[in-house]
């Protein structure tokens, strides 16, 4: 997975705590496979030209999907709709083996942009059916990274949403037991998954290796860092956005006294300051900088100018792009790497 080492907290170049200071958490925003899914749209725009069509959100965050239409890329719910013979872009959440069916019978090109992390829980589903096992896939219920590694092998998968759904769990043979999960999951909440339903079945098999991404992890084990010095907790995403919700709520499981999720700075209501004096602010794995950048603006105008950053791990995994699209890249002479940065920084 790249390498992403621990470091020592930094809490900025303050050691006294002080009134209105911001708790700014890193790591935080774009994760490898974000990054990858958002660059792939930029380049097959540069590319191909304009309409280019995506499969569901490319990633979930809406000023990341809005900047993109502006460019040209056209978001559809099903493969149906894009004419045949056009260019698709699969989301970073991955799709069942039927859309790729459904892709080619009509003809069209497709670049995959599924996340490599999402891609190896997708083998270990086909891994494990193949052996004949029940897999009990943790996650939430109608999200597109499930419904994706569901497909995979639907008479084998059976969806766990959350401990409270342990019990209603059944399987055919208790000694043929494996769990996954989505990528995005509260950590802590999995794990209880997971100890609830070894309780019920002992023989319950792990996955070779997390299936809980390390962005995931590291911006939940940030969050868990400051949300006990934090009054209010800010975090940047989406609603639709599996990990910024997540970190909400770990803010407030973890000693924050409040935490609301915004899209964007404007949506932050000056109530929520009242008797405020430390914001902690991170943001999901779909978030560009750009945003979290436009918070911290928000806060300085109201006297939160002091932002001391606290870092519980450093990131340096990159994803190669869709080999389709690096192969077509290199055919037409045009840089194979790069990031989307360019395109969020102030």
Partial sequence: MGIVTAQPEKIGTTTAVETKR??????RGYCAGVDRAVVAVEKALDLYGPPVYVRKEIVHNKYVVQTLQKRGAIFV???VEVPEGETVIFSAHGVAPIVHEEAAARQLKTIDATCPLVTKV???AKRFAATDYDIL????EGHEEVIGTSGEAPEHVHLVDGPDDVPNVTVRDPEKVVWLSQTTLSVDETMETVRR???RFPSLQDPPSDDICYATQNRQAAVKKLAPEADLMIVVGSRNSSNSVRLVEVAVEHGAKAGYLV???DEIDEAWLEGVDSVGVSSGASVPEVLVRDVLRWLAERGYA???EITTAEESLT?????????DLKAAGLPTTGTSDHAWTI
């Fill in 319 to 327: 994803f190669a792009l869709p080999r389709d699209l690096r192969t």
């Fill in 197 to 199: 339903l070894r309780e």
């Fill in 137 to 140: 896939l943790i996650g939430h």
């Fill in 77 to 79: 719910d099903e493969t």
């Fill in 306 to 308: 002091d932002v001391q």
């Fill in 122 to 124: 997708h083998h270990e």
């Fill in 22 to 27: 911001v708790l700014l958490a890193a790591p």
């Fill in 263 to 265: 899209d964007y700075a």
